[in-house]
């Protein structure tokens, strides 16, 4: 986990919509500053940058899945944290172990007639 950015804590804001806490200096500077978010959108910066800006900005958790660029990671991890009111390091690692989970599953009946095996041989 080291390397990537933290994901921004959920709150409920006053109409009763699941959000990404706001940085209140990043909504300040994005409000009045020279740069808009198409500006910033015809920029070359990376994926996990345009991700947190979400964040930073109080993006919507529902409207925010539709962003082509958030991860599946922070969307589950962070909806984790607030509903599990858990750190951030273990709802990323449920995040992971519920992937290799659900990967296992999908892979047992492909696996088992690869090998020709009935699926509950497989461990």
């Known amino acids: 986990m080291l390397g990537k950015h933290p994901i921004q804590p959920l709150e409920i804001d006053g109409a009763g919509v699941l959000r990404f806490k706001e940085n209140m ?3 300040f500077i994005l409000d009045h500053g020279s740069v808009d978010m198409n500006d910033i959108a015809r ?3 990376t994926r996990e940058d345009r991700e947190q800006f979400a964040q930073l900005i109080g993006y919507s958790h529902s409207g925010a899945s539709d962003l082509e660029y958030m991860s599946d990671e922070v969307l589950d ?3 984790k944290m607030f509903n599990r009111s858990c750190t951030e390091q273990e709802a990323r ?3 992971f172990s519920d992937t290799v989970s659900r990967l296992r599953d999908g892979l047992r009946a ?3 007639e690869l090998f ?3 699926p509950d041989d497989l461990t």
């Open 93 to 95: 690692l449920s995040h």
């Open 43 to 45: 920029k070359g910066f």
């Open 116 to 118: 020709h095996v009935h």
């Open 77 to 79: 991890a962070s909806e």
């Open 110 to 112: 492909p696996m088992a």
């Open 25 to 27: 200096i990043v909504r």
